[in-house]
């Protein structure tokens, strides 16, 4: 097995992947993981081994980007246009139903562990709009509370959940095409 540091700098891009989707700067995102890797490497006693090391930097990764959430909280959050409904009015109609039903996804749950699911899921993240990929990342990978994420993006609730609402909308949209369609065409 190579040295601990090794594998810790292997997993390297996979950690800066991870924060630009959720950071959305170049900077912050190296930051974040710099001082992620800093932090494994200063105390690799740390790690317990009850978990994969790319959990366990992962766990610790999200720690840092939410520290960066905070030291740059008082820039200003650009919505463009985006972040608009047109999405909402493409697949839903004048009465809040859908135009079409949505197909069949089988067992999302075996699905997610799937390595292949992954990359679709994180492919379909970066293609969020910035706003809504940063809020969805902090709602659900970073479980941050709707009263943090409010006040770190500077937003209401209502905002929020609109852009929640929208960011799963396209994503859904997106896992539909690149990897439920593609599952079932194939035998």
Known sequence: MPPFASQV????????????????????AEDAVSETLLAALEKPQSFAGQSQLKTWLVGVLKHKVVDQL????????????????????????????WRE???????PEASCGQHQFLQVMELCIEQLPDTQGRVFMMREWLELDTGEICKELQITSTNLWVLL???RLRLRECLQQRWFDNRTATP
């Not at 891009?13 to 170049?26: D, H, M, V, W």
């Not at 039903?101 to 067992?107: K, L, Q, T, V």
């Open 165 to 167: 609402h929208r960011a």
């Open 70 to 97: 905070r030291r740059h909280a008082r820039e200003a959050t650009v919505f463009t246009a985006d972040d608009g409904e047109d999405l909402e009015d493409a697949l839903f109609d004048e009465t809040g139903h």
């Open 101 to 107: 039903s949505p197909a069949d996804w089988g067992n």
């Open 9 to 28: 700098e292997a997993l390297r891009p996979q950690l800066l992947r991870f924060a630009r989707t959720q950071l959305r700067n170049e900077a912050w």
